[in-house]
């Protein structure tokens, strides 16, 4: 915007060059005018001397009607040579039969009696008509005024055709004159242009000071300097404007002070806002978003500026630009993915005028998803603890009133009653314990005993534990064998070892109540470089698929029926994340429809030497 200005650019040649282009106008069309009626004048002064005298057309009538042709084209060729020429005209006489009967051409006599090959003659004879017109020669580059006039014969009423006189003459002298002419005229009209330049330039300069040093003071003013000052040199109207700019200087350093202030605020605001915010012009396109929008749309400021907030925010579809100006009502707009859950509430308002002129749209964007995410498993597990608990509370009442109506005198059937009415109860006993384990765990008032573990003879003892319960069963409902897969180092850990024995516990049972009878347990103990995993496999129908990704979910069964008839509460998974994320690791499965299910726990780990452990103790 600063850049130099070249002097071709400048105003200074600019009204200079005004000046001349009218200057040369006004001159053009002069000479334009001058140089027509010059060219048409001389032009007639021309034609008007190439005329032959009617004595000699007279004479010429009647040396044509004469019989003796030698005799008649003697007299023809004198008489010929008492016409006027000054412009050195080419004069031929011929017949009406097209035969050349003289010229007044010395060096040509050769062509008299021969017939003519004009056809402009030709014409003239046949058509009995005069022919006068003017002609260029390429060859040569010269032009010619042709006149071909007929030759009447008058015997008392009869007028017959004798012959026509063919007349050339040569034209270049009368340009040759009018290019002169021209030539002084153009020169001449060179000298005023370049003397009235010259005045206009001086001139300009002086008018165009003043607009320079405004130009200087407004460039300023672009830059953020407002310390210039425009000098004023009189009271004219650019003495006017020069004060004006003064003042103008004045009042936009006052305005940019304010804006500069209310911009670095918004835009504090706007970049620490939690909330997204997109504004946009009337049609909708956006001019303004942040950058928590833009993390939330996954797209770039740049990208979304000037794109419609409906392809934006993907709803038009649903919703038109008109239908949020008139009911500017709030969305909930689900951007989730297979990679993670975007839930967002969009919140409308119009930017209005005092005139109540709608320029845009605000859209304020709120991050629901964890709220929204709190609320579905809020239901849900209402929903599954009022499952949970009816099953047992409905069995319970079942039983107690058959036996407050006589069942409890049978002695047969009253002590079924009774255990079914105990199980039930230690269900819900159990159901609740492990509610309550969760809350504390939730709200974390759950304290951990860690200590420093064998992490193999811990899980040695827990499998042995299972393996003792199948020996001392003397009917059992199917049979299992654990099959052990442990490294030889001694894996030390610091845990809590009831709360961890429990993970074990509920991974074993799990495994065990889903595994075929006389399938295989295989339980894994291994060490990688930062972390030991302990691993369950089975051999039971699996997981399907869409199951995996739920099966922490705390009262989430694969298969209800079977869960609750083998008295599972649905929360010993739920219960066993909670205490391997507490330990600082991590649970997951690894499971195939049809193939069986693995259950893997990594925990961290940093190899100890025993005398190590022993100086800890010590």
Same mark, same amino acid.
């Given at each position: ?77 004198? *008489?010929?040579?008492?016409? *006027?020429?000054?412009?050195?005209? =080419?004069?031929?006489?011929?017949d009406n039969k097209g035969t050349i009967r003289g010229t007044n051409e010395v060096d040509n006599q050769g062509i008299v009696g021969q017939k003519t090959t004009d056809s402009d003659i030709k014409n003239s004879i046949y058509n009995n008509r005069d022919v006068v017109r003017t002609t260029y020669n390429s060859q040569n580059n010269s032009r010619y005024y042709t006149t071909i006039t007929r030759i009447i014969r008058t015997q008392g009423n009869n007028s017959d055709l004798v012959g026509v006189i063919y007349m050339r003459a040569s034209l ?118 942040n950058e928590t929008a833009s993390s939330f749309l996954d797209t770039d400021s740049d990208d979304a500026v000037g794109k419609s907030i409906l392809d934006l925010l993907a709803i038009r579809q649903d919703y038109t630009l008109r239908e949020l100006l008139e009911d500017p009502d709030d969305l909930v707009l689900d951007f989730s993915t297979k990679d993670h859950d975007l839930i967002l509430q969009a919140y409308f308002s119009l930017i209005q005028r005092e005139s109540g002129f709608i320029s845009g749209i605000v859209c304020v964007l709120h ?23 009816? *099953? ?79 020996? =001392? ?13 442990? *490294? ?13 024995? =429990? ?62 008839? =083998? ?52």
């Amino acid at each position: 915007m600063n850049s130099k200005i070249r002097f071709f650019q400048s105003i200074h040649f600019k009204i200079a060059l005004v000046f001349a282009l009218l200057l040369l106008l006004t001159l053009e069309i002069v000479g334009a005018v001058f140089v027509r009626q010059l060219e048409h004048q001389n032009l007639n002064t021309f034609k008007a001397q190439q005329v032959v005298q009617t004595y000699i057309v007279n004479r010429l009538s009647d040396e044509l009607a004469g019989t003796n042709t030698t005799k008649s084209d003697k007299q023809i060729r004198s *008489t010929l040579s008492e016409i *006027t020429n000054t412009n050195n005209a =080419q004069i031929r006489v011929i017949d009406n039969k097209g035969t050349i009967r003289g010229t007044n051409e010395v060096d040509n006599q050769g062509i008299v009696g021969q017939k003519t090959t004009d056809s402009d003659i030709k014409n003239s004879i046949y058509n009995n008509r005069d022919v006068v017109r003017t002609t260029y020669n390429s060859q040569n580059n010269s032009r010619y005024y042709t006149t071909i006039t007929r030759i009447i014969r008058t015997q008392g009423n009869n007028s017959d055709l004798v012959g026509v006189i063919y007349m050339r003459a040569s034209l270049d002298s009368v340009y040759q004159n009018i290019n002169q002419i021209t030539l002084i005229y153009v020169s001449a009209t060179f000298v005023a242009i370049i003397l009235g330049l010259v005045m206009a330039i001086i001139i300009s300069r002086a008018i165009t000071r003043p607009i320079d040093e405004m130009k200087k003071q407004t460039l300023r003013i672009a830059r953020g300097d407002y310390s210039g000052h425009v000098h004023v040199y009189g009271n004219d109207e650019l003495g006017q404007l020069a004060s004006a700019v003064n003042n103008l200087s004045v009042r936009v350093e006052e305005a940019q002070e304010s804006t500069e202030s209310e911009r670095r605020r918004l835009d504090s605001v706007m970049a620490h806002m939690t909330d997204g915010v997109i504004a946009t012009d009337r049609r909708g396109n956006v001019t303004i978003i942040n950058e928590t929008a833009s993390s939330f749309l996954d797209t770039d400021s740049d990208d979304a500026v000037g794109k419609s907030i409906l392809d934006l925010l993907a709803i038009r579809q649903d919703y038109t630009l008109r239908e949020l100006l008139e009911d500017p009502d709030d969305l909930v707009l689900d951007f989730s993915t297979k990679d993670h859950d975007l839930i967002l509430q969009a919140y409308f308002s119009l930017i209005q005028r005092e005139s109540g002129f709608i320029s845009g749209i605000v859209c304020v964007l709120h991050d629901v998803t964890e709220q929204q995410k709190i609320d579905q498993d809020r239901k849900q597990f209402v929903s599954n603890v009022s499952h949970e608990l009816r *099953t047992p509370l409905t069995s319970v009442r079942s039983y107690i009133e058959a036996l407050s109506e006589g069942a409890w005198k049978d002695p047969k059937v009253a002590p079924d009653f009774l255990k079914v009415t105990q199980e039930e109860t230690d269900r819900m006993i159990r159901m609740i314990n492990d509610l309550l384990t969760l809350s504390r765990m939730d709200s974390g008032t759950q304290k951990l005993d860690l200590e420093m573990v064998n992490l193999n003879e811990l899980y040695n003892y827990v499998l042995d534990r299972f393996d003792m319960i199948i020996k =001392q069963d003397d009917h059992p409902e199917k049979t299992y064998t654990i099959k052990r897969e442990f *490294t030889k180092r001694d894996l030390w850990v610091e845990i809590d070892t009831d709360r961890f024995t =429990q993970v074990l516990d509920n991974l074993m049972n799990n495994a065990i109540k889903y595994s075929p009878d006389g399938g295989v347990i295989t339980c894994r103990l291994l060490e990688t470089h930062n972390n030991v995993i302990l691993s369950v496999s089975d051999q039971g129908l699996g997981i399907p698929r869409a199951d995996i990704s739920r099966i922490f979910d705390r009262f989430y069964r694969v298969d209800k029926a079977r869960s609750r008839a =083998q008295g599972g509460t649905g929360l010993g998974l739920a219960i066993s994340r909670e205490v391997v994320q507490m330990l600082g690791g991590r649970i997951w499965v690894d499971s195939r429809e049809g193939r069986g299910s693995t259950f893997y726990i990594s925990l961290p780990y940093k190899p100890y030497e025993e005398e190590d452990l022993w100086d800890e103790d010590n």
